[in-house]
């Protein structure tokens, strides 16, 4: 049998044995039956051996008798959670059981009268929510969100005096929402959109607030009129949409409001000006009402507006609104809004704005030149537009998510596009190419058949495009993204500019407890000049979107983003809590930021937003050494592509590559090896004091530009001060050296960070993973027992990649096998430093003509 299933076993096997010591009716030993019965699946995340109150995810009071808070999120627990274990946990002040597939709770789950933070969102709980949450008196965060809770919401809602977050939102709560929640006068944010709800809201719901700041209840059916929200005087955040409020919406916006989404009611009447309550407006959707008069006229006013929305009401014919001081503006939808005349030209200013529709109106003329910097999506179809399309739009088209030039007189020329797209996106134009949106055939005349045919050939088009504009309205209207229901209220809320703000990701939740974005500033070590703060980051990463995540590591997840002045960047959040203080923890950035080395991911600068600690690197363009070694063929797959530098010889082993990129050749691999071990060697004896790395693995091996091998992640455990030793000292599965795995396990030392690059030799040597691979026999329980048998056998060359085996000497690389061996020693003083490994691969360098 594999790994998977016996290192599972082994891991499982310690883990019982452990807890199973823990002493009876004590935490330690609630917790531990908590663990055993819930299926437990990152046991190895864990040391067990040492007392409770050490486990990851646990923290104790004082005297270390009573856990406090216990956060156990993405662990894989699964199924009911049983009586007598965590229900029991007396002096419980925080519990965060998210993103698992618990299905019930306990009985005895109401007794934990103590409890100050409660999230059991991202689970498969269902039925009633019962009305012993009364109970949770202490209350100040309670979400349950994205489960599949039905019913009532309970009217005991009205004991929960201290509650400041409720989400209750994606679950199937039904009937209307209770008076009893008006008891809860401290919210600071009231999340209950996509469920069942219906009826009208609470009388006084209005004023039974006043710190409220957020309110979502879109995507249900409740049905009230403008007036419900008139009291609301802090609100900051408004999301009522789909649903069905009437009455006009311009008594809903107040001073305070940045977002507010009132799309799809029944709101009606005529706005003939915006006044000043809207000038703090950054997100505002009006779209699919029943609005009526000319759109209003003094737009220009909303200097901060990012995003706007008007489409789908009844607006009277007229101009295309002035837009020219919405230098902001990053969405505009304006269909079917009965706009005529021109579109403005003052739009070619935009130069943020990456969505525009315009569909379906009676504008004429040309198409402005447009900004394209980050332009991805764009709709004029259904107009009376002529003249060519703009050539810098044409050229960013293969680029787009999504375009609609269809059925207007315009006239282009561009060979570039597929017939299909010819017929979707550009039907109706003319041209004067052989290829292009109009073609030939639907100017000639034919036999009857061919006419038959031709007729049949454009009304199917007709009915696609007709099918294919409904999808574009539906989507073009509001842009979510790909995990639309569980981002888009969170996309809205994170548009405004006051804090804090939340985040997630699949592993987890974090939090920039900031007040004001554009307040926090983001240091650029190169660039100390240049004025940028959080905001930016926000607009960088697209509001820190799951669809600019690169990746979600034991430090927290990294993001994909362009800074003011086009710094590519990858943006990486700190999420565990750090020991240092806010001075403390910038001195150790400004540190790391002043290490430089040509084998090392360079830190660019840092900000500091609230708890969080975020690190700025310079972007990779080639990814890492993991995804690089395991998900072939990857971004870099044509010559053209490669760095002459480094690849411009016929006789350096290129062509035997393949299809697999110049990942299989032994001259590329030996060159990752000897550059990261060249970084460690720079952390260990080039740095005062020495650097312990503490989490070397092939994910932290990045490839610039020129495909040269940059080591993450150094010096991040310091930036925790001690906050994050136990959890760095347990390792990644694969990775672990033997000494951690004693009762009286070491801390890191450099011998430490030895034997990780000797796992990382051997994944580049063998191209097989750490661990849970289908080389393993029964008697090997990872990468490492498994080459060293060999090795020990004399065997090394069946260990070797394939894919290289034939691209270099083979006698090199099963040196490079033994001196990943001597790494991988089971005695830490038996393991060479990391100068003498490169010395040892500086032995075995392939030449030029290998």
């Known amino acids: 049998m594999g790994l998977c299933f016996w290192g599972y076993a082994l891991i499982l096997s310690l883990f019982l044995n452990q807890i199973s010591c823990q002493e009876p009716n004590t935490d330690g030993f609630f917790v531990s039956e908590f663990f055993k019965h819930m299926g437990l699946s990152s046991a190895q995340a864990y040391n067990f051996s040492a007392p409770f109150c050490s486990w990851q995810g646990l923290f104790c009071d004082s005297k270390n008798e009573h856990v406090i808070v216990l956060i156990a999120s993405g662990m894989g627990l699964s199924g009911p959670i049983p009586d007598t274990t965590i229900g029991k946990l007396s002096k419980l002040q925080s519990l965060d059981l998210s993103n698992n597939k618990i299905s019930a709770l306990p009985s005895d789950f109401w007794s934990l009268n103590t409890l100050k933070n409660l999230n059991l969102s991202f689970n498969q709980i269902s039925g009633s929510f019962t009305s012993n949450v009364g109970n949770f008196g202490q209350l100040e965060s309670l979400d349950i969100s994205h489960n599949d809770f039905s019913g009532q919401i309970p009217e005991a809602m009205d004991s929960l005096v201290s509650l400041r977050v409720l989400k209750l939102d994606h679950n199937g709560f039904q009937l209307s929402i209770p008076r009893g929640l008006l008891g809860c006068q401290s919210l600071v944010s009231i999340d209950l959109s996509s469920n069942q709800l219906e009826g009208s809201l609470p009388d006084g719901f209005g004023s039974a607030f006043p710190k409220l700041k957020t309110l979502n209840l879109a995507r249900n059916k409740i049905h009230g009129r403008d007036i419900d929200f008139a009291d609301m005087k802090s609100i900051s955040s408004l999301n009522i949409s789909e649903n069905q409020f009437e009455g006009s919406p311009t008594s809903l916006f107040k001073e305070a409001l940045e977002v507010a989404d009132l799309s799809k009611n ?199 495009l007709l099918v294919g504009a409904l999808v574009f309205v539906a989507f073009g209207r509001r842009r979510k993204p790909k995990s639309c229901e569980a981002k888009d209220v969170s996309f809205k809320e994170e548009q405004s500019i006051s804090g804090p703000f939340s985040f997630q990701t699949d592993s987890t939740t974090w939090v920039a407890d900031v007040k004001q974005a554009n307040a926090v500033p983001v240091v650029i070590f190169e660039k100390p000049l240049l004025s940028i703060t959080f905001s930016d980051l926000l607009s960088a990463t697209s509001n820190f979107d799951r669809d600019t995540l690169l990746a979600d590591g034991k430090f927290g997840p990294v993001y994909r983003g362009f800074l003011p002045g086009g710094i590519h960047v990858a943006v990486k959040v700190l999420v565990h809590g750090s020991t240092l203080s806010d001075q403390e923890a910038a001195r150790e950035l400004e540190f790391l930021g002043r290490i430089k080395h040509p084998n090392l991911v360079p830190l660019t600068g840092y900000c500091i937003a609230g708890d969080q600690r975020i690190a700025i690197y310079e972007y990779m363009e080639n990814g890492n050494l993991q995804n690089l070694l395991q998900d072939l063929p990857f971004g870099v797959q044509r010559t053209d592509d490669w760095s002459l530098d480094t690849w411009e010889e ?25 550059g990261t071990a060249r970084a460690l060697a720079f952390l260990h004896h ?118 290289i085996q034939e691209t270099g000497s083979e006698e090199h690389m099963e040196e490079a096998l033994k001196i990943g061996y001597l790494c991988t020693a089971d005695l830490p003083s038996k393991r060479p430093s990391m100068q003498q490994v490169v010395g040892l691969l500086k032995d075995i360098e392939p030449k030029t003509n290998q």
């Open 266 to 464: 029944r709101f009606q009447g005529h706005i003939s000006q915006v006044d000043s309550n809207w000038f703090s407006l950054i997100y505002l959707d009006l779209s699919e009402n029943e609005l009526t008069g000319d759109i209003f006229k003094n737009l220009t006013l909303l200097k901060k507006l990012k995003h706007l929305n008007l489409a789908w009401n009844r607006f009277n014919r007229g101009m295309f609104p002035r837009i020219e001081k919405l230098t902001s503006l990053e969405y505009l939808n304006l269909s079917n809004t009965n706009l005529s005349g021109h579109i403005s030209r003052e739009i070619s200013d935009l130069s943020d704005l990456s969505m525009l529709d315009v569909s379906g109106n009676h504008l004429s003329g040309h198409i402005p030149v447009l900004s394209t910097k980050n332009l991805v999506a764009i709709d004029v179809s259904r107009n009376n537009l002529t003249g060519e399309i703009p050539m810098t739009v044409l050229e960013k088209l293969p680029w787009m998510e999504r375009f609609n030039f269809s059925f207007n007189n315009l006239t282009f020329c561009s060979g570039k596009f597929s017939p299909e797209t010819l017929v979707r996106s550009f039907f109706g134009s003319t041209n004067s190419c052989p290829i292009a949106a109009n073609p030939t055939l639907f100017k000639r005349k034919g036999s009857a058949t061919g006419a038959l045919k031709l007729a049949l050939a454009v009304t199917l088009s007709a009915m696609f």
């Open 650 to 674: 016929e006789d350096n082993g290129i062509q035997n590559i393949g299809h697999e990129g110049p990942v299989a050749t032994w001259r590329f691999r030996h060159m990752v090896a000897l």
């Open 686 to 803: 080039g740095c005062s004091p020495p650097m312990i790395h503490r989490d070397v693995k092939a994910s932290s091996v990045y490839l610039d530009q020129n495909l040269e091998p940059r080591l993450s992640d150094f010096g991040l455990a310091k930036v925790f001060g001690n906050g994050l030793d136990e959890d760095i000292t347990n390792g990644s599965p694969g990775y672990l050296p033997p000494e951690f795995l004693q009762p009286e396990q070491d801390l890191p030392t450099p011998k430490s960070d030895v034997f990780c690059f000797g796992v990382v030799l051997f994944e580049l040597i063998t191209g097989k993973k750490p661990v849970e691979d289908d080389y393993l026999g029964e008697k090997d329980t990872d990468l490492v027992s498994w080459v060293r048998s060999l090795v020990r056998k004399s065997q090394g060359s069946k260990a070797i990649d394939p894919k």
